[in-house]
């Protein structure tokens, strides 16, 4: 049998001009996907809403503004009174938030803006608001709701006031159990039918402090108009 000298087979393969191919490597978690890739179809968007899904409490995906949000949404923009300090907002969903206190204790008003027909419908928001009390006698809290309908700057705005025990809080990512049923809260709602889509007012808070601060929240949504 023949035997091939080593240096021969070297110079073989040098002369070739290939190189061999590179080892596949899974794709890095969390990585961009280029155009056309397989997984990039299948990967969700982050924090994405199917079509119609109504706002939600706190708690619903991580922070991401690193300041107060702008004072407008949805091609509308208001006045805020001094009463409400804004501040950060807690998570993609919420076009703005703001912080109240008062003697009562602390409460919290919540901007959502979902785009053109998202969100829901204006109905199903305020039963889904409605939803989130129950009342100390165990009546139904749709009998306690106040509801109201009227003009602001050309457009329909329904508001929602309503008082009892709130539990429509939801827990923080990492945290499984759901915060604990709040007695004597209150909560003032209005959902503006902008020219972009519904943008969504949510205050909530001990019934005390809510009254406090309650002419200012009025305020606000009398201020409303269409931004630019």
Same mark, same amino acid.
């Given at each position: 049998?023949?035997?091939?000298?080593?240096?021969?087979?070297?110079?073989?393969?040098?002369?070739?001009? &290939?190189?061999?191919? +590179?080892?596949?490597?899974?794709?890095?978690?969390?990585? $961009?996907l280029p155009p056309g890739h397989p997984a990039a179809e299948a990967r969700p968007?982050?924090?994405? %809403? $199917?079509?119609?899904?109504?706002?939600?409490?706190?708690?619903?995906?991580? +922070?991401?503004?690193?300041?107060? !949000? $702008?004072?407008?949404?949805?091609? =509308? #923009?208001? *006045?805020?009174?001094? /009463?409400?300090?804004?501040?950060? $907002?807690?998570?993609?969903?919420?076009?703005?938030?703001? !912080?109240?206190?008062?003697?009562?204790?602390?409460?919290? %008003?919540?901007?959502?803006?979902?785009?053109?027909?998202?969100?829901?419908?204006?109905? /199903?928001?305020?039963? &889904?608001?409605?939803?989130?009390?129950?009342?100390?006698?165990?009546?139904?809290? *749709?009998?306690?709701?106040?509801?109201?309908?009227?003009?602001?700057? !050309?457009?329909?705005?329904?508001?929602?006031?309503? *008082?009892?025990?709130?539990?429509?809080?939801? #827990?923080?990512m990492m945290q499984k159990a759901a915060p604990a049923p709040q007695t004597d809260? &209150? =909560? =003032?709602?209005?959902?503006?039918?902008?020219?972009?889509?519904?943008?969504?007012?949510? =205050?909530?808070?001990? #019934?005390?402090?809510?009254?406090?601060?309650? /002419?200012?929240?009025?305020? %606000?949504?009398?201020?409303?108009? +269409?931004?630019?």
């Amino acid at each position: 049998m023949h035997r091939v000298c080593p240096h021969i087979l070297i110079l073989v393969v040098a002369c070739s001009g &290939r190189s061999p191919a +590179p080892a596949a490597s899974a794709t890095e978690p969390g990585s $961009p996907l280029p155009p056309g890739h397989p997984a990039a179809e299948a990967r969700p968007a982050a924090n994405q %809403l $199917p079509p119609g899904h109504p706002p939600t409490g706190t708690g619903e995906v991580q +922070p991401s503004a690193t300041a107060p !949000g $702008p004072n407008a949404a949805g091609g =509308l #923009a208001w *006045k805020v009174p001094e /009463a409400f300090v804004a501040r950060a $907002p807690k998570s993609r969903m919420r076009a703005a938030e703001y !912080g109240v206190s008062a003697e009562g204790g602390a409460g919290e %008003l919540t901007v959502f803006y979902f785009g053109p027909g998202q969100g829901g419908g204006v109905q /199903a928001n305020m039963d &889904r608001w409605i939803g989130q009390f129950s009342q100390p006698d165990g009546s139904d809290s *749709k009998r306690a709701a106040q509801v109201d309908e009227r003009t602001v700057a !050309g457009m329909k705005v329904t508001t929602l006031d309503l *008082k009892g025990t709130f539990s429509g809080g939801m #827990a923080p990512m990492m945290q499984k159990a759901a915060p604990a049923p709040q007695t004597d809260h &209150r =909560l =003032l709602g209005a959902i503006a039918e902008g020219p972009r889509g519904p943008v969504f007012f949510k =205050l909530v808070g001990p #019934a005390a402090t809510l009254e406090a601060v309650r /002419a200012q929240f009025e305020q %606000l949504v009398g201020s409303l108009h +269409p931004a630019g």
